[in-house]
């Protein structure tokens, strides 16, 4: 039986995976690399950001050192606070969904963002009272899709992970749940409903992650 929701935040609360892009093309293109769409999309998304950097410099033949990453995840998160703070970031049916939820589930979230851009745009939208805790970017050993990031989301919630259930956008964060002994709601909001089809379920909308759709899980 689910007893506690963890939701992703970025592609499944959040609309904010082109955000994220925009910014880090920005950050790259000023030290003379091209991050085209495709390459995010199919390569990166899911890593926080410190992974992509080295990801990316490691597919590119270049290894940053440790100053430098750090230099890179401010600037980029810099560029990416002044765009959201102009930008509706949350899709269509988030907030009724979360108020819905905590009506009758323990809720946290466990995503690969960083903190205080999670806590910005729950704040403005004013869900930050609905959500117990937040396991974001840094908070684990490892990122997604290790994972840690659900294992800990789980021991949050005071719970065996069997008894949580994640909502994910990619492969990457639903290999993370399943992985941590969470069940997984896959959400078509980022790619195609076929690419989720490790998920237990996968639905199109957050209008469809119900209670009853959890507790049929």
Same mark, same amino acid.
């Given at each position: 039986?689910?007893?506690?929701?963890?939701?992703?935040?970025?592609?499944? %609360?959040?609309?904010?995976?082109? #955000?994220?892009?925009?910014?880090?093309?920005?950050?790259?293109?000023?030290?003379?690399?091209?991050?085209?769409?495709?390459?995010?999309?199919?390569?990166?998304?899911?890593?926080?950001?410190?992974?992509?950097?080295?990801?990316?410099?490691?597919?590119?033949?270049?290894?940053?050192?440790?100053?430098?990453?750090?230099?890179?995840?401010?600037?980029?998160?810099?560029?990416?606070?002044?765009?959201?703070?102009?930008?509706?970031?949350?899709?269509?049916?988030?907030?009724?969904?979360?108020?819905?939820?905590?009506?009758?589930?323990?809720?946290?979230?466990?995503?690969?963002?960083?903190?205080?851009?999670?806590?910005?745009?729950?704040?403005?939208?004013?869900?930050?009272?609905?959500?117990?805790?937040?396991?974001?970017?840094?908070?684990?050993?490892?990122?997604?899709?290790?994972?840690?990031?659900?294992?800990?989301?789980?021991?949050?919630?005071?719970?065996?992970?069997?008894?949580?259930?994640?909502?994910?956008?990619?492969?990457?964060?639903?290999?993370?749940?399943?992985?941590?002994? #969470?069940?997984?709601?896959?959400?078509?909001?980022?790619?195609?409903?076929?690419? %989720?089809?490790?998920?237990?379920?996968?639905?199109?909308?957050?209008?469809?992650?119900?209670?009853?759709?959890?507790?049929?899980?």
């Amino acid at each position: 039986m689910v007893n506690a929701v963890v939701f992703d935040f970025d592609g499944v %609360l959040a609309d904010s995976e082109p #955000l994220h892009l925009a910014a880090c093309q920005d950050v790259f293109a000023s030290i003379g690399i091209t991050l085209t769409r495709d390459e995010y999309y199919s390569r990166y998304l899911g890593f926080d950001d410190r992974t992509l950097i080295r990801e990316l410099g490691r597919d590119r033949g270049w290894r940053p050192e440790e100053q430098e990453v750090e230099s890179l995840v401010a600037r980029k998160a810099q560029v990416f606070d002044e765009v959201v703070e102009r930008t509706e970031v949350l899709f269509p049916g988030a907030v009724e969904c979360v108020r819905r939820l905590a009506d009758d589930f323990p809720l946290g979230i466990a995503s690969g963002a960083l903190r205080h851009e999670i806590e910005m745009i729950l704040a403005r939208a004013g869900l930050d009272r609905h959500i117990r805790f937040i396991v974001a970017s840094g908070d684990t050993p490892n990122s997604k899709p290790a994972p840690d990031p659900y294992a800990r989301a789980a021991q949050l919630h005071g719970l065996p992970p069997s008894e949580c259930v994640a909502i994910e956008d990619s492969r990457w964060g639903i290999e993370s749940a399943k992985t941590a002994g #969470l069940k997984c709601v896959g959400i078509a909001t980022t790619y195609a409903a076929p690419q %989720l089809s490790s998920a237990d379920r996968v639905i199109s909308s957050l209008d469809e992650f119900t209670a009853d759709l959890i507790r049929a899980l």
